[in-house]
């Protein structure tokens, strides 16, 4: 147990350091699928090896208007996105995205079209009292952690390739924030864990950081996250449709770097935010080990800089949901 606790020390220590920084412009991704598993927050999971899961997810958000914007208050963001995961071997699954985002604005119209598409990997490990730290196994690759004494970990990775269009223009000029695309390639690592905790009840966390790099002398700000989530089954029959239905409560932290042109921080960008998240996770294993999941997402606590001038950027909606579906093959 001691050589347990200095690796979680260990992973905790080499991501506490970076700049706490996160997502403005893009929605989110989560891996997660299952019984147990939440929904914005990573599950660290890897599929049997050999196996498919595909993924369709909606994000959707309204932003508050402010007089200080009109005429060209942001209106509402939409994001798609379309999910493959393989599971290359017992310890290691790789992911690929493609995006589709419709973005709309006041007075001005719309921009819509698809992303820059991501590529991740999965490296999937546990630890068991009896045997200590190990990579996966074939037995170790569950969608769910019922009756399972382990805790489960994973190291994530990702690119983007800057496939999206950044070229769109509303009105007179071109708006980095509105675009599909963001012109150059974006960089990602992270860690997350799960733990049965009791009979109903699972403990999930993760932490990620997300590199942007500079294209024409502007780069948009880095991203770090910190999510926890709580999983309680309220339903369970194996003898229905409807197998499962587990209630989910996440808190979702975030950091929003500052913008930078000509290497200088842009203002009315950047701050934090925690949000409070309920949802649900509703399990359908007889349709191609099918799952839904529903999640609204609230800015309970939030820090923003120049907050009287931001309009259009997380902390500042009306409202933001998350509808997934996923099949496992």
Not at 50 to 63: I, K, P
Not at 297 to 308: R, S, V
Request: aromatic share 12%.
């Amino acid at each position: 147990m001691k050589r347990f606790s200095v690796i979680l020390i260990g992973i905790y220590i080499l991501f506490l350091p970076l700049p706490f920084e996160a997502m403005a412009h893009h929605g989110g991704i989560s891996l997660s699928h299952g019984p147990g598993s939440p929904i914005e927050t990573n599950s660290p999971f890897t599929l049997p090896e050999g196996g498919f899961l595909s993924l369709y997810r909606v994000e959707h958000v309204d932003f508050r208007k402010f007089d200080f914007a009109e005429p060209v208050n942001k209106d509402s963001f939409t994001f798609h996105s379309l999910g493959l995961a393989y599971g290359i071997r017992p310890y290691l699954t790789g992911n690929f995205f493609l995006p589709y985002t419709i973005k709309r604005q006041d007075t001005l119209g719309s921009i819509e079209g698809v992303g820059d598409i991501r590529f991740c990997a999965n490296l999937g490990f546990n630890y068991d009292p009896a045997y200590g730290l190990r990579l996966n196994k074939r037995e170790d690759t569950a969608i769910t952690l019922e009756g399972k004494r382990k805790v489960y970990l994973s190291l994530l990775g990702s690119f983007t390739l800057p496939t999206g269009n950044s070229n769109e223009r509303l009105g007179s000029q071109i708006d980095r924030g509105m675009q599909p695309g963001f012109r150059s390639p974006l960089y990602s690592m992270g860690a997350s864990a799960a733990k049965q905790v009791a009979s109903s009840m699972t403990f999930v966390a993760d932490t990620s950081y997300d590199i942007f790099t500079k294209s024409d002398n502007f780069k948009f700000g880095n991203e770090y996250r910190l999510n926890v989530a709580i999983v309680y089954e309220i339903y369970g029959s194996t003898q229905r449709m409807i197998s499962k239905v587990d209630g989910v409560f996440e808190f979702n932290f975030l950091n929003l770097g500052r913008d930078e042109e000509e290497g200088k921080g842009l203002p009315a960008t950047g701050g934090t935010i925690l949000y409070l998240s309920p949802g649900l996770r509703i399990s359908l294993p007889a349709l191609w080990n099918a799952n839904m999941g529903f999640l609204l997402k609230f800015p309970t606590i939030k820090n923003l800089n120049e907050e009287d001038i931001q309009q259009g950027s997380e902390g500042l909606e009306k409202i933001r949901g998350i509808a997934t579906i996923s099949l496992y093959f």
